[in-house]
């Protein structure tokens, strides 16, 4: 009998789709934690550090520092198409409108004959104020809490003759007037524009000029810097921001993790479960630099957990083989280097969340309902080794209706047929076979595709549903859709190490990695993994050619990260 195609089978709606849910279980337990995870010495050296850390407060809860270099800005026109360059000139005209164009000053009159290389912008949270009361149903009212946050801006003097004569010629100020105060010898000139906004100007040191939106942040920021309490000196900043190596970065950015998360979980009608809040408390920062290449962008970044934090990160760097048993044509790729692992962080945080793409119970139900196997004992328990989600795209022949455009292929380590979890590999697909055989009368067919024996299921219809077989006697395969066995195991087929898409967009230098992602975002992936109604009014992502992640694990409290967006047209 001719095999059909699965969607053939599936039209006909006589047997659940067992295809779905197979795939489910790949796809869901390696892409659904990558989304979850997309979302978790030497001494260091101070030109590596965003300009103004040591008078920004300890407590800062964001940072970005932009480089003044105009040969830069014309890289990132050039780069970004037109979409994505009206959105961040319209986000940097209103920084811009609210220093400087409000309060009578130009940016390149004014500021850029004198400034620095860089200048950051920092947000310091505020104190808490009480909003409208909200009622409830016993006619009780509890007051609403809003954080506020105040903003400051950074600009290092590099001419300071310039930047004195801004500070004594109030006639450039076209709205209010200054009025001046002394604070721990230090004058601050604060002024009231006419819509009520206060602004308030110091020079520290005769090297920073330090615009606020409160006279309270300018004096909290004195006070960082004589008592040296600044974000320079919070324990692991600059060790961990050091690490970044980049020459000439576009832009520098810092996150302070728990701040964020105490500032989420007092916002009215916080969506954030209770777990994940408790998980951003145990993270201290993360923090990263964006560098403009000739194709695209890339961000590098570091994130480093809090010192008091019991959680500590497991250093497995094992992510370093899938991408040469995968074609060179392939999709998309995730891997890593624990699958059980991988798991474990993920049910930890998305375990009764409403939030997680995948949730963890449902996820075991359907597993034991349909398939009678523990996600854990029967499956989890053996995949501690190196793992990869995949899409390959198919070739069919002219006789072959195109139905499936793409195979699903998932891969994980499991060690030589000698090892035990081998063993309990084996043991797991003699059950699965049972189960497909007995339960949905599949057929189960060994078969040999160019030399390499694998094992088919076909459906009661002729259907070929998956395929699984074994690589290097190791690396165990299933393939879900499209038939696209005869891409793996062919050794003569160029594998997807030797892309040039996929070399220019992982990163080299964090070898050995523990986890990599690559998508080619052709049209494809764009509905396969993004949702089309969405996707057709995100403007930026229509304009990437391809992602590339790249993450390492420093020591267990301290990770890195590459992400390279390539654009279109920029070959």
Same mark, same amino acid.
């Given at each position: 009998?001719?095999?059909?195609?699965?969607?053939?089978?599936?039209?006909?709606?006589?047997?659940?789709?067992?295809?779905?849910?197979?795939?489910?279980?790949?796809?869901?337990?390696?892409?659904?934690?990558? +989304?979850?995870?997309?979302?978790?010495?030497?001494?260091?050296?101070?030109?590596?550090?965003?300009?103004?850390?040591?008078?920004?407060?300890?407590?800062?809860?964001?940072?970005?520092?932009?480089?003044?270099?105009?040969?830069?800005?014309?890289?990132?026109?050039?780069?970004?198409?037109?979409?994505?360059?009206?959105?961040?000139?319209?986000?940097?005209?209103?920084?811009?409108?609210?220093?400087?164009?409000?309060?009578?000053?130009?940016?390149?009159?004014?500021?850029?004959?004198?400034?620095?290389?860089?200048?950051?912008?920092?947000?310091?949270?505020?104190?808490?104020?009480?909003?409208?009361?909200?009622?409830?149903?016993?006619?009780?009212?509890?007051?609403?809490?809003?954080?506020?946050?105040?903003?400051?801006?950074?600009?290092?003097?590099?001419?300071?003759?310039?930047?004195?004569?801004?500070?004594?010629?109030?006639?450039?100020?076209?709205?209010?007037?200054?009025?001046?105060?002394?604070?721990?010898?230090?004058?601050?000139?604060?002024?009231?524009?006419?819509?009520?906004?206060?602004?308030?100007?110091?020079?520290?040191?005769?090297?920073?000029?330090?615009?606020?939106?409160?006279?309270?942040?300018?004096?909290?920021?004195?006070?960082?810097?004589?008592?040296?309490?600044?974000?320079?000196?919070?324990?692991?900043?600059?060790?961990?921001?050091?690490?970044?190596?980049?020459?000439?970065?576009?832009?520098?950015?810092?996150?302070?993790?728990?701040?964020?998360?105490?500032?989420?979980?007092?916002?009215?009608?916080?969506?954030?479960?209770?777990?994940?809040?408790?998980?951003? &408390?145990?993270?201290?920062?993360?923090?990263? &630099?964006?560098?403009?290449?000739?194709?695209?962008?890339?961000?590098?970044?570091?994130?480093?957990?809090?010192?008091?934090?019991?959680?500590?990160?497991?250093?497995?760097?094992?992510?370093?083989?899938?991408?040469?048993?995968?074609?060179?044509?392939? *999709?998309?790729?995730?891997?890593?280097?624990?699958?059980?692992?991988?798991?474990?962080?993920?049910?930890?945080?998305?375990?009764?969340?409403?939030?997680?793409?995948?949730?963890?119970?449902?996820?075991?139900?359907?597993?034991?309902?349909?398939?009678?196997?523990?996600?854990?004992?029967?499956?989890?328990?053996?995949?501690?080794?190196?793992?990869?989600?995949?899409?390959?795209?198919?070739?069919?022949?002219? +006789?072959?209706?195109?139905?499936?455009?793409?195979?699903?292929?998932?891969?994980?380590?499991?060690?030589?047929?000698?090892?035990?979890?081998?063993?309990?590999?084996?043991?797991?697909? +003699?059950?699965?076979?049972?189960?497909?055989?007995?339960?949905?009368?599949?057929?189960?067919?060994?078969?040999?595709?160019?030399?390499?024996?694998?094992?088919?299921?076909?459906?009661?219809?002729?259907?070929?549903?998956?395929?699984?077989?074994?690589?290097?006697?190791?690396?165990?395969?299933?393939?879900?859709?499209?038939?696209?066995?005869?891409?793996?195991?062919?050794?003569?087929?160029?594998?997807?190490?030797?892309?040039?898409?996929?070399?220019?967009?992982?990163?080299?230098?964090?070898?050995?990695?523990?986890?990599?992602?690559?998508?080619?975002?052709?049209?494809?992936?764009?509905?396969?993994?993004?949702?089309?109604?969405?996707?057709? &009014?995100?403007?930026?992502?229509?304009?990437?050619?391809?992602?590339?992640?790249?993450?390492?694990?420093?020591?267990?409290?301290?990770?890195?990260?590459?992400?390279? *967006?390539?654009?279109?047209?920029?070959?």
């Amino acid at each position: 009998m001719a095999l059909r195609t699965v969607s053939g089978w599936i039209n006909k709606k006589k047997q659940p789709s067992l295809v779905l849910t197979l795939s489910a279980t790949a796809l869901l337990i390696g892409a659904g934690s990558a +989304a979850y995870w997309f979302f978790t010495h030497t001494q260091p050296s101070a030109r590596n550090l965003p300009v103004g850390v040591n008078i920004i407060p300890q407590d800062a809860l964001f940072t970005i520092s932009l480089t003044t270099d105009t040969q830069e800005w014309s890289k990132l026109k050039q780069l970004a198409k037109t979409a994505t360059k009206s959105e961040v000139e319209k986000n940097l005209l209103q920084l811009k409108n609210r220093f400087l164009k409000n309060n009578g000053y130009d940016f390149d009159q004014d500021i850029k004959p004198w400034v620095g290389d860089e200048v950051t912008i920092a947000v310091l949270p505020g104190n808490v104020f009480n909003a409208e009361s909200k009622p409830l149903e016993n006619n009780q009212t509890v007051p609403q809490t809003i954080p506020q946050q105040s903003m400051m801006m950074v600009l290092p003097i590099k001419k300071s003759e310039f930047a004195d004569k801004l500070l004594t010629q109030p006639q450039l100020l076209k709205q209010g007037k200054w009025v001046e105060s002394n604070y721990q010898g230090i004058t601050i000139k604060q002024t009231e524009t006419k819509t009520g906004e206060k602004l308030a100007a110091a020079v520290i040191n005769q090297q920073f000029l330090v615009i606020t939106d409160d006279i309270k942040t300018t004096e909290k920021t004195i006070d960082s810097y004589q008592n040296q309490t600044s974000l320079s000196q919070l324990t692991s900043f600059a060790e961990n921001v050091s690490k970044i190596n980049a020459d000439k970065p576009f832009a520098q950015f810092y996150i302070n993790i728990p701040t964020a998360a105490k500032i989420a979980a007092q916002t009215p009608n916080n969506a954030l479960p209770a777990q994940v809040l408790t998980q951003l &408390k145990s993270n201290q920062g993360l923090a990263g &630099k964006l560098i403009l290449e000739p194709k695209g962008m890339r961000l590098k970044g570091v994130s480093w957990l809090n010192p008091n934090s019991q959680r500590l990160l497991a250093v497995e760097n094992k992510a370093v083989n899938m991408q040469n048993l995968l074609p060179s044509e392939t *999709l998309m790729m995730f891997s890593g280097s624990n699958l059980s692992r991988f798991w474990y962080d993920y049910n930890s945080t998305a375990k009764g969340n409403n939030l997680a793409p995948v949730k963890p119970e449902e996820l075991r139900k359907n597993v034991k309902s349909l398939l009678n196997l523990d996600l854990e004992k029967d499956l989890l328990n053996w995949m501690s080794g190196e793992f990869s989600v995949a899409i390959i795209p198919n070739s069919p022949k002219d +006789a072959t209706p195109d139905n499936f455009r793409a195979g699903l292929v998932f891969m994980v380590k499991t060690g030589n047929s000698e090892s035990e979890k081998r063993k309990s590999a084996e043991n797991t697909l +003699a059950k699965l076979n049972d189960v497909v055989k007995n339960q949905y009368q599949f057929q189960v067919q060994p078969a040999n595709i160019n030399g390499q024996d694998v094992v088919n299921w076909i459906s009661p219809f002729g259907t070929l549903t998956a395929t699984y077989g074994w690589l290097n006697d190791d690396v165990l395969f299933f393939v879900f859709g499209a038939p696209v066995t005869d891409k793996i195991v062919l050794s003569s087929q160029s594998k997807l190490a030797s892309n040039l898409s996929f070399k220019e967009s992982i990163n080299q230098e964090l070898k050995p990695a523990n986890s990599l992602l690559f998508m080619d975002m052709r049209q494809e992936v764009k509905n396969l993994i993004f949702n089309p109604g969405l996707f057709g &009014k995100n403007t930026f992502l229509s304009e990437v050619k391809t992602i590339g992640l790249t993450t390492k694990v420093n020591n267990n409290r301290s990770q890195e990260y590459d992400i390279m *967006l390539e654009f279109q047209g920029n070959e």
